[in-house]
């Protein structure tokens, strides 16, 4: 029998307000900043206190809801959401339940085999939880609760099942974590917990209107995590079908060493939670009018500018999803482009998602604060693109503007890079190479004609690299060509 993925994606996203949820404690940064440093008796649980709202965090959850083109509900309502653990200092959770902010959005991927809607089923707001260290000291185990992330505002963005891959949930996680970061929301950190992925997955016979138990993936931190770890479970629950079991309904983690899931706990219901409206917030009423300004002031979004940039630009489909996945990237290209003139979009789309890519990537850096601005890399590909200088030579001439901060004119000018288009001079490198070289001529002549790529790389090296490849590779084939004939 055929199996297919079903698989519905809850994702978990703190908003970046400078306080949390329901009370004044600064948000921090959970990594840095010393344990239980920001709480207070709101988010600790403390009796008697009472939540109130963040209006900022509303404003963020609806720029997020309207960018995934969702339907926003004017009035919804908190609930209370049941179970203890450690870290949960109220013994529940602040959520939203049956009447969500928003629901039945949409999000475009683009996957190899085209453009794929993937629907969303609702987006609603609370509040997350504390976070817990684990420690084994002396053969004994304990546990440290920091509460300096209980409370931070929290956005819960869930899929309809309509992945069906370990390759598309990646790619939609990926275009979602674009849509927080364009709308300046979330930072898309997943190192520091700020955004966290679910998976829920579940397979069944090929064909089947009917879908199969579902698992859930706890607390994805990665893409490469993410991936592996969907494509594992899809491949052990076909395993379990085949041999004639039956999946069971649980929550599992991702060992990363091993690359294995493992279970965390048998799955709870709804009916678990004991769902209840929140009987200390009054629903959340949003006037029309703020939810229409809101959206007026959203960014062109990862997807329209996508189809921008293959319209007014020429890219491709691979070109334009590359720049467009990061706005400083998106932005830098555009900037280029404007600095560069005539020059040809596509060649600045190479240089940026390429060389300067690669640069930045050598040195952990974000194009946001790239060494070489956009100006600087338009005056280098004006070097290159009138044959001052060859491709080789711009490349590193880009690495020691990155390194240096230099400008192309003063590093061309003092190491005299420019591009050797004299063709007698040319003409002289490559008969002296082929000259230093008779019997790799030998073989050339015999028929073995690929030798001619090894002949262009040693005259390029005699020239320092700088020779203009075009008149190179004319003048190396007319005297190769010549010695065959004489032999």
């Known amino acids: 029998m055929k199996f297919e993925a079903v698989i519905g994606l809850e994702v978990h996203a703190e908003l970046e307000t400078q306080s949390k949820m329901f009370c004044a404690c600064p948000v921090v940064d ?29 404003e963020y959850a609806l720029r997020v809801a309207l960018a995934l083109e969702c339907t926003v509900y004017n009035t919804s309502i908190f609930a209370r959401k049941n179970y203890f653990y450690p870290d949960l200092p109220k013994g529940y959770q602040i959520s939203q339940y049956e009447q ?68 598309e949930v990646r790619l939609y996680a990926q275009a979602l974590r674009s849509v927080l970061r364009y709308v300046g929301v979330n930072s898309g950190d997943l190192q520091k917990g700020v955004m966290r992925i679910e998976p829920n997955v579940s397979v069944r016979i090929k064909g089947s209107e009917s879908l199969g138990t579902r698992v859930e993936i706890k607390n ?38 091993k ?58 489909s691979y070109d334009a999803s590359v720049l467009v996945a990061e706005q400083a990237a998106a932005n830098y290209f ?25 640069l930045l990537n050598q040195a952990s850096r974000v194009i946001e604060y790239s060494p070489i601005t956009p100006q600087a890399l338009a005056d280098l590909l004006h070097f290159l693109t009138a044959g001052i200088i060859n491709h080789t030579t711009a490349k590193s001439v880009l690495a020691e503007m990155f390194s240096t901060g230099q400008s192309a004119k003063s590093i061309i000018a003092a190491q005299d890079l420019q591009q050797i288009t004299d063709s007698s001079f040319i003409a002289s490198l490559v008969s ?56």
């Open 432 to 487: 002296q190479v082929l000259a230093e070289h008779p019997d790799q001529v030998a073989h050339y002549i015999q028929g073995k004609e690929t030798i001619s790529r090894w002949f262009f790389g040693q005259v390029m090296r005699l020239a320092k690299g700088q020779a203009n490849p075009q008149i190179l590779q004319a003048e190396l084939d007319r005297q190769l060509s010549q010695r065959k004939a004489e032999s």
């Open 100 to 167: 969500p902010l928003a629901r039945h959005g949409r999000l475009v991927i683009q996957t190899p085999q085209g453009e794929r809607l993937i629907r969303i089923r609702r987006v609603h707001l609370e509040e997350d939880t504390g976070k817990l260290t684990h420690v084994m000291r002396d053969e004994e185990s304990y546990s440290l609760v920091d509460l300096n992330r209980a409370g931070v505002p929290l956005l819960e963005i869930v899929s309809e099942p309509d992945l069906h891959t370990a390759e």
């Open 334 to 358: 555009e900037e280029s482009v404007a600095a560069a003139g005539d020059i040809s979009p596509k060649l600045i789309a190479n240089w940026v998602s390429g060389e300067l890519f690669s």
């Open 30 to 58: 959970t990594t840095i900043a010393r344990p239980n440093e920001a709480v207070c008796p709101v988010c600790a649980g403390m009796p008697g206190v009472l939540p109130v709202v963040n209006q900022r965090a509303v």
């Open 220 to 257: 994805l931190n990665s893409f490469r995590a993410l991936e592996r770890s969907v494509d594992y479970e899809i491949q052990r629950q076909i395993q379990v079908l085949e041999q004639g079991g039956s999946v069971q309904q649980v929550t599992l983690g991702w060992d990363v060493e």
């Open 259 to 316: 690359e294995n899931t493992f279970i965390q706990r048998i799955k709870e219901g709804e009916d678990d939670y004991r769902y209840f409206p929140e009987p200390d917030l009054p629903p959340l009423v949003i006037e029309p009018g703020w939810v229409e300004q809101i959206k007026a002031s959203l960014p062109e979004l990862p997807s329209a500018r996508l189809r921008r940039f293959k319209t007014q630009y020429g890219l491709g």
